[in-house]
């Protein structure tokens, strides 16, 4: 089975800096997609990044980014110049393409910004 | 943009109650989700739904059952609410074909 591990349950940062939360996971499968959601205080989850197993060149949305290491199976989420909006808990999540249509989720990262 | 709602974002009930939280999304997306969200256990998949009338249980159905008659609302049931039910409970939708979830607002429920 799956497993997606966040060993950081919480983490803060200042404004400005930059930041990198970690995410390992176990899998057999070849092709997968791993996914990077955040959810605000009291607000929806949103997407933040997706990767795709079988691209090697690491997906960045803006300010974010990933540094997805296949064989290592490793996925962190790098925030530069974090802004106080990006408070949040953050979650890695997988999908393999072996059949199962279940998303697999960290337990979560809390990250606080301070101003 | 996809929006999914849910029908409260409060709910306040008691043991042994029958709890109905129900789920809606605009963009004739396929498959939909039902989790729990506590602290420090992530989110859990209590049930999910490929299609119209299908269902399939997650990881922790027991205590809930579904419903979907149509495409676009997914229903989430406790036949007796207990207060190990209290929890945040969040719906999700995709299309078929692709893999990112798009998710509701929550409702968090309070069992007394």
């Known amino acids: 089975a799956q497993t997606v591990t966040q060993s950081q349950p919480e983490m803060s940062v200042q404004e400005a800096e930059t930041v990198t939360l970690s995410c390992t996971y176990d899998?057999?499968?070849?092709?997968?997609?791993l996914f990077w959601y955040k959810q605000p205080p009291s607000r929806q989850m949103i997407l933040v990044i997706r990767?795709?197993?079988?691209?090697?060149q690491n997906a960045t949305e803006n300010r974010f980014s990933v540094n997805f290491q296949k064989a290592a199976k490793s996925f962190s989420l790098k925030i530069s110049d974090s802004q106080l909006g990006d408070t949040a808990m953050y979650f890695c999540?997988?999908?393999?393409?072996?059949?199962?249509?279940?998303?697999?989720f960290g337990k979560g990262t809390k990250l606080t910004v301070n101003p | 943009d996809v929006k999914v709602t849910q029908s409260s974002r409060y709910l306040v009930k008691r043991t042994g109650e029958k709890v109905f939280l129900e789920c809606v999304q605009d963009?004739?997306?396929?498959?939909m989700f039902w989790y729990r969200q506590d602290p420090g256990l992530g989110l859990r998949l209590i049930y999910f739904?490929?299609?119209?009338?299908?269902?399939e249980k997650g990881d922790i159905p027991e205590g809930y059952s579904v419903s979907r008659e149509k495409k676009e609302r997914f229903s989430l049931i406790l036949e007796s609410a207990s207060t190990n039910q209290t929890s945040m409970y969040l719906c999700?939708?995709?299309?078929?074909?692709?893999?990112?979830?798009?998710f509701g607002p929550g409702t968090r429920l309070t069992v007394l």
């Open positions: 963009m004739d997306h396929e498959n």
């Open positions: 999700a939708s995709r299309r078929a074909s692709y893999n990112e979830q798009f």
């Open positions: 999540a997988f999908i393999g393409q072996g059949g199962s249509e279940k998303l697999v």
């Open positions: 899998t057999s499968e070849s092709n997968y997609y």
């Open positions: 990767q795709e197993a079988y691209k090697q």
């Open positions: 739904s490929y299609d119209v009338k299908m269902k």
